[in-house]
């Protein structure tokens, strides 16, 4: 069976990947309301527009000018492997790890302090803390940037 894979964004922003058996699968999942971000929870979650995958690669004319233009083994776009993979996964823990370190929990005062920072009330600095999707929203809505993170990233335990 071949997988449909679409990119996919919340109302929040968050682009995701999603796996479908068809695309008659993804609007089934989305019109009953089981699609949901994987970062802020949202089940506003929207097909982007993407490129579809040509491998052509191997249909190119076999003469020396065709092989001349032609991508090099070494050169292609290959996905990477489980070990790749698994030492990017790795490398961003690590730096969120780091981000965690370096900020100060301000617990559920994070959406206040986050609108005090931006409107110059108090000098900038490094924060995390919680909100609820709507102080999230709020915050979106009046260009204050943040980023979730998984609360077990959060846990002072890492630290």
């Known amino acids: 069976m071949s997988l449909k894979v679409f990119d996919l964004q919340c109302e929040a922003g ?8 068809s695309a008659d699968d ?41 092989s001349a233009s032609r ?9 990477p492997g489980p070990e790749h993979m698994a030492q990017i996964q790795a490398q961003v823990l690590k730096h969120v790890r780091e981000i965690v370190r370096n900020s100060e929990n ?14 110059g009330e108090i000098e900038h600095r490094a924060i995390r803390g919680s909100t609820t999707l709507r102080e999230r929203e709020e915050l979106a809505r009046d260009g204050i940037a943040v980023m979730p993170i998984p609360d077990f990233l959060d846990d002072d335990r890492l630290q």
């Not at 968050?14 to 058996?21: I, N, R, S, Y």
């Not at 991508?71 to 996905?79: G, H, K, M, Y």
């Open 106 to 119: 301000v617990g559920e005062r994070f959406a206040h302090e986050a609108r005090r920072m931006h409107e």
């Open 14 to 21: 968050h682009v995701f990947e999603g796996w479908f058996a």
């Open 71 to 79: 991508p090099t083994e070494a050169s292609a776009t290959q996905a």
């Open 26 to 66: 993804y609007d089934a999942q989305r019109e009953r309301g089981i699609l949901a971000c994987p970062v802020c929870d949202s089940h506003q979650v929207n097909k982007m527009l993407s490129a579809p995958r040509l491998n052509m690669g191997r249909a190119l004319p076999d003469s020396a000018e065709a």
